[in-house]
């Protein structure tokens, strides 16, 4: 956010070695207390799968095809930077959390590390302070992401988490909360990313449905309807007003498919031909991060394409397994947890719906990091949650008049224990 360096040697950040020191302290003491390893097992092996399969075709297109301008060390690099060190982040947030109270506390840091950061971009787009964050040409900010796509996604992905930890709270903590929500809805204008509304909405659409049964209406109504009043000020008084009316109202019901989609059509479908020319890597991919070797002129815009394209259907699969089989434990998880762990494995579940969308239409970068250490921490959740005993879990219905209304403001179907 600061937009300092923290760059060793090559291949090496400061941020990487706190993240390695951790992660070799919290496996010397699972060592000594003779710890399991095999939580999150299944989510494990689909992680060490494409990682293996990554190596193996990195191997194969730098030694035996060689494709122009692959280079193996580069490439090599750009491996451990993002698969091998999303998986040690995973691991390090789910086994040096033990406890679901731990989890809720760590949860809450990096829900304030995400306000922290929206409010540093709000202020310094308001040039209150400065801290030489550079806006794109179009007027978009790029906040402390450094990109307005990414960002958003980034913002989108911790949203529902600020309001679970407002609905949780009370007085001061609950206001203090509810700004920082309000913040990141400001910050999420600023971007103007279509795609980061579009994945905050379908995730909010869908987790209405999926909580149907738990959630307050009237109470969400009423904060929704605060909250646009508010944003709608705040657009009316700054320079994104127009900006964001313009992209989503303006270009998106462009006629032209192309214009329409900022050029996504045309690069999404120059992606698939290129795989239909070689039939054969519809199954097995180009080998990792080969996309970035073609004659592309812009990145895929698709994570899953990118994926497929890259690591062929292994990796197409195993990347949509890790994001939606996290997705469903939690969602299964929220259904017996208490408060306040049932709020933040749903805001996680919201969370992750929306990244689940907004990837779609952005790579991300940056985001992987903390949507890992993010997912880490909401696994352990949901391993607490199911070693609880069943008297203390799980939500007993009521007939259907007999709907009791808990402290945090949701509508649970739960009688007395």
């Known amino acids: 956010m600061l937009r300092w360096d923290l760059t060793l040697v090559t291949g090496l950040s400061a941020k990487n070695l706190i993240i390695y020191m951790l992660a070799t302290f919290i496996a010397l003491r699972m060592v000594v207390a003779r710890t399991s390893v095999t939580a999150a097992g299944q989510m494990q092996t689909a992680f060490l799968v494409q990682i293996v399969y990554a190596m193996f075709t990195w191997v194969i297109a730098a030694t035996v095809i060689k494709y122009a301008g692959y280079d193996l060390v580069e490439t090599g690099i750009r491996l451990k930077g993002a698969l091998i060190d999303y998986y040690i982040f995973f691991l390090v947030f789910l086994f040096g959390v033990r406890t679901a109270e731990d989890g809720i506390k760590v949860i809450k840091w990096i829900l304030f590390g995400a306000v922290f950061a929206n409010l540093a971009t709000v202020l310094d787009t308001a040039g209150i302070i400065s801290l030489n964050y550079v806006e794109r040409a179009d007027g978009r900010t790029q906040g402390a992401i450094g990109e307005s796509n990414q960002y958003a996604a980034y913002i989108i992905l911790f949203l529902p988490g600020l309001i679970a930890a407002a609905v949780a709270s009370r007085g001061l903590q609950r ?226 008049r007999a709907v009791a209304r808990d402290p945090y403001g949701w509508t649970t179907a739960q009688g007395p224990r």
């Open 175 to 400: 206001l203090a909360w509810l700004g920082g929500a309000l913040v990141s809805c400001m910050a999420l204008a600023m971007t103007a990313s279509r795609g980061g509304f579009v994945g905050i909405l379908v995730a909010f659409a869908i987790g209405a449905y999926l909580y149907r049964h738990l959630v307050s209406y009237s109470r969400v109504a009423g904060w929704v309807l605060a909250s646009v009043v508010l944003i709608v000020v705040f657009l009316s008084f700054s320079n994104y007003g127009g900006l964001l009316t313009e992209r989503v109202f303006g270009q998106t019901s462009n006629i032209d498919v192309t214009e329409a989609s900022s050029g996504r059509s045309e690069i999404w479908f120059n992606l698939v031909a290129t795989m239909f020319a070689n039939p054969i890597t519809l199954i097995t991919g180009y080998g990792w991060d080969v996309y970035w070797s073609m004659p592309f002129h812009f990145s895929p815009h698709n994570y899953y394409l990118a994926a497929w394209f890259n690591l062929g259907l292994v990796g197409l699969a195993t990347s949509v397994y890790l994001l939606f089989s996290a997705i469903g434990r939690a969602r299964r998880a929220s259904l017996a947890a208490l408060p306040p762990a049932r709020g933040q494995l749903i805001a996680y579940v919201i969370g992750g719906i929306a990244i689940c969308t907004a990837v779609c239409f952005v790579d991300l970068y940056e985001p992987w990091f903390y949507f890992w250490m993010y997912t880490g921490v909401a696994m352990r959740l949901v391993l607490c949650v199911e070693r609880a005993p069943a008297a203390d879990t799980v939500l007993q219905p009521l007939p259907a």
